[in-house]
């Protein structure tokens, strides 16, 4: 079965998705991961991540990969360990501004969809129910308010000793939001059948528990 969890910046997809796919025994793949390794990679090589020849130079020799350890999965961007780096703040919005770019896309989509053809996944991402997993049996669409969203990656931040004001950090999602809901190529959208889960007032127990229940629904139909 494919579970696929799409939505926009911060609204937990990948603490959800974690814990959804820990409990169902199934596999985590995060493609905001590939997409911040292809964003890391421009700013380390000195390239505007809205430069479109400027990235599509670097994109034969990139090669990511993703390594499962001891349960926790490790980021690889030409052998090095990004794990902690892709996590941070300035490469958020490099990461949304390659995934403009059709020809990053097309080669992320190819390794998300060769990644799922191997398992039962929960793959979240921004276009996995609408254009890398048509088929899956089951979609979410998990949203909350732009002002709880912002305060929640302000914690995170805040948490790890990254310097942030929640004005700013507020304005950056929303640039996000508009970034990957108005590209032309695979944008932010809730599939026609997914299903909307807004969490805005909900716990992350809350959450979890309601996916996880909808799949065991699903999984139930599905095997007759
Ligand atoms: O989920 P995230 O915040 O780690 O994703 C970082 C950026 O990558 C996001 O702003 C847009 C892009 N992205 C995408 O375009 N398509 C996906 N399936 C996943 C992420």
Redesign the pocket.
């Known amino acids: 079965m494919k579970i696929a969890i ?1 939505g926009p ?2 609204a937990g ?2 603490t959800i998705s974690k814990a959804v796919a820990e409990k169902l025994g199934y596999v985590y793949i ?7 390794s292809v ?1 890391l990679a421009a700013i380390t090589d000195g390239i505007d991540p809205r430069d479109e020849s400027g990235v599509v130079g670097i994109l034969d020799d990139l090669n990511i990969e993703i390594k499962t350890s001891g349960g926790a999965q490790r980021y690889y961007l030409n052998g090095a360990d990004v794990t902690e780096k892709i996590r941070e703040n300035p490469v ?2 490099a ?2 501004n ?2 403009v770019i059709p020809a990053v ?1 097309l080669k ?1 989509v190819e390794l ?1 969809r060769k990644t799922a053809e191997k398992a039962d996944v929960v793959m ?5 129910g609408t254009y ?1 997993l048509p088929d899956a049996e089951l979609k979410i669409y998990l949203t909350a308010s732009v002002h709880e969203r912002a305060l929640r990656r302000f914690r995170e931040l805040s948490a790890k000793g990254e310097t942030a004001d929640i004005e700013s950090v507020e304005r950056e999602i929303a640039a ?1 939001d508009k ?2 809901s108005e ?1 032309d190529f ?1 944008p ?1 959208r809730q599939a026609d059948d997914a299903i909307l889960v807004d969490t805005t007032d909900m716990t992350v127990p809350e959450v979890i528990d309601a996916i996880i229940k909808l799949a065991e629904e699903k999984r139930a139909e599905v095997s007759g």
Request: proline share 0%; net charge positive.
């Open positions: 799409d910046a911060g997809k990948s995060d493609t905001g991961a590939m997409y911040r964003g958020s919005m990461a949304s390659v995934a896309r992320l998300q979240d991402g921004r276009d996995i890398v996000r970034n990957d590209r695979a932010l």
